[in-house]
C-alpha cells in the first residue's frame, strides 16, 4: 500500500477543517440555549416566570416561563407541566398546543411548556439524538428542541456519588439533576431543587387545585398509557378512565406509590393537598429497542424494531408497523385532560374548569399537530 506522505499544506488544512467543525458544531450545540418561539393565542391573560413565585430563579437557567388564562367566571386552578423531561417531546408539544389556542371560561390554567428549561440546552450524551424535531403546519414547519431527561451539567455540577432527595429518599448521583425527582424541593439546594420549590411556590401562591404532569416513556417500561395519581386523585382518575375508555382510549390507572419519594405526583399532593396526577405516553424514540434515533422516529414514532418488539410480546403496549406518531400521543394527553377536568366538575361543581377552543384529540390524530399549530413566524 502507498503511504500518503503528508506536507505542512495538508497538516495545515487538516488543522483548518477539523477547526471549522469545532466551531459549526459548537455554534449548533449553543443553539439550543434559544427557546423556540410560542404564539400565544389572543385569549391569554399573562405572562410570568417562576422566579416571580421564587425570587432566587430570577436570571438562573433554571428560570421558565408561565403561560396563564383566567376565565370570566370563577372556578378552580390548574396547573399543567410540559417539559419536565426534555426528551419526552409529547409533554411539552401538548403545552405549546393548549397556549396557542386555549381561551379559558371558567377558572384559571397555568401552563409550563418548559419545566426543566436547563434541560432543553443539551442533549443526553451517547445517544445520537437530533437536536431538533420538526411539525409540518400548512406554512411550514415548525421546530422544537429535543432536550435531555436531566438538567444540563454546566448549570448544576458535580453530581454528587449518592442522591439523597429532599425526602430523604436514596438515588444514583445523576437523578440530582432529574427534576421528577427533586419534588418538595429545597430553597437553599441545587439548582434543579430550587426549580422543584418554585413549582411548589407556584402551587401554594395561587392555591392551585389539580395539577398535572405531562410525560412520555418507552414502550418497554410498564408504566405506559397511564394516569398516576396520588390517592387524593383516586376517585378523580377512576371516573377520567372510564370517559377514555368509551371515547376509545385505553388508559390505564397507576397509583402513586407511597415510598417512592420526590415524584410530581406524590410531593405535590403529600405537602400541598392539591390533587396531583401524572399522564404517561409511549415514545419509541427514547426507549433502548429503537433503531437509528431521527427527527421522523419522534414526530411519525415509526420503527421497526419496537413493531418487531411487539410481535414478540416485548412491549406493553400495542405497537404496529405505523408506529405510534406524536399527534396521537398529544392527542392522548388532551383527551386525559378533559376527562380529568370532565371528572372534577363531577365531583366538585365549585371547581369546575372549563377551557374553550383545546383542540379535540380526534381531530389532533386524523388531522395532525400541524393543522392546530400556529405557523412558523
Ligand atoms: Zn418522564
Same mark, same amino acid.
Given at each position: ?51 416571580? %413565585? ?59 411548556? $418548559? ?65 421528577? /425527582?427533586? %419534588? ?19 402551587? $401554594?401562591?395561587? /392555591? ?12 418497554? %417500561? ?96 400495542? %405497537? ?8 396521537? $400521543? ?48
Amino acid at each position: 500500500m502507498k503511504r500518503i506522505k503528508g506536507t505542512p499544506l495538508s497538516a495545515a488544512l487538516v488543522l483548518f477543517l477539523t477547526g471549522l467543525l469545532c466551531v459549526l458544531s459548537g455554534k449548533s450545540f449553543l443553539s439550543m440555549h434559544r427557546p423556540e418561539p410560542i404564539f400565544p393565542s389572543s385569549h391569554l391573560s399573562q405572562v410570568k416566570r417562576l422566579s416571580d %413565585y421564587f425570587a432566587e430563579l430570577k436570571n438562573s437557567p433554571g428560570d421558565t416561563e408561565i403561560y396563564i388564562f383566567r376565565g370570566e367566571e370563577k372556578g378552580g386552578n390548574l396547573l399543567v407541566l410540559g417539559g419536565t423531561h426534555p426528551n419526552e417531546p409529547a409533554g411539552m408539544v401538548t403545552a405549546v398546543l393548549l397556549i396557542e389556542t386555549l381561551r379559558a371560561r371558567r377558572g384559571s390554567i397555568f401552563i409550563i411548556p $418548559r419545566a426543566n428549561a436547563s434541560g432543553f440546552t443539551h442533549s443526553d450524551p451517547q445517544e445520537g439524538n437530533p437536536q431538533r424535531f420538526s411539525i409540518p403546519t400548512p406554512s411550514g414547519s415548525r421546530l422544537f428542541r429535543l432536550g435531555s431527561r436531566l438538567t444540563n451539567p454546566v448549570d448544576q455540577w458535580p453530581d454528587p456519588a449518592i442522591y439523597i432527595n429532599p425526602p430523604g429518599q436514596k438515588l444514583s448521583g445523576m437523578e440530582a439533576r432529574n427534576l421528577n /425527582r427533586c %419534588y418538595p424541593g429545597r430553597a437553599h439546594g441545587n439548582l434543579t431543587e430550587k426549580i422543584a420549590f418554585g413549582i411548589m411556590e407556584l402551587i $401554594r401562591k395561587e /392555591r392551585l387545585d389539580i395539577a398535572i404532569d405531562l410525560h412520555e416513556s418507552a414502550p418497554e %417500561y410498564p408504566v405506559i398509557n397511564a394516569i398516576v395519581f396520588h390517592e387524593n386523585s383516586a376517585e378523580l382518575a377512576a371516573l377520567a378512565v372510564l370517559d377514555l375508555q368509551m371515547e376509545g382510549f385505553e388508559i390505564r390507572l397507576e397509583a402513586s406509590p407511597s415510598n417512592l419519594r420526590g415524584l410530581s405526583h406524590r410531593e405535590w399532593g403529600d405537602n400541598t393537598g392539591i390533587k396531583a396526577l401524572l399522564l404517561e405516553t409511549p415514545n419509541a424514540s427514547h426507549g433502548r429497542l429503537k433503531g437509528r434515533p431521527s427527527s421522523s422516529l419522534i414526530v411519525d414514532g415509526r420503527d421497526k424494531f419496537y413493531a418487531r418488539a411487539a410481535r414478540f410480546g416485548w412491549l406493553f403496549v400495542p %405497537y404496529g408497523e405505523e408506529g405510534i406518531p406524536l399527534s396521537q $400521543r398529544v392527542a392522548r394527553h388532551l383527551a386525559a385532560l378533559g376527562a380529568l377536568l370532565g371528572s372534577l366538575a363531577e365531583l366538585e361543581p365549585d371547581k369546575t374548569i372549563e377551557l374553550e377552543r383545546m383542540p379535540p384529540p380526534a381531530e389532533v390524530q386524523k388531522k395532525g399537530l400541524g393543522a392546530f399549530l400556529h405557523p412558523p413566524d
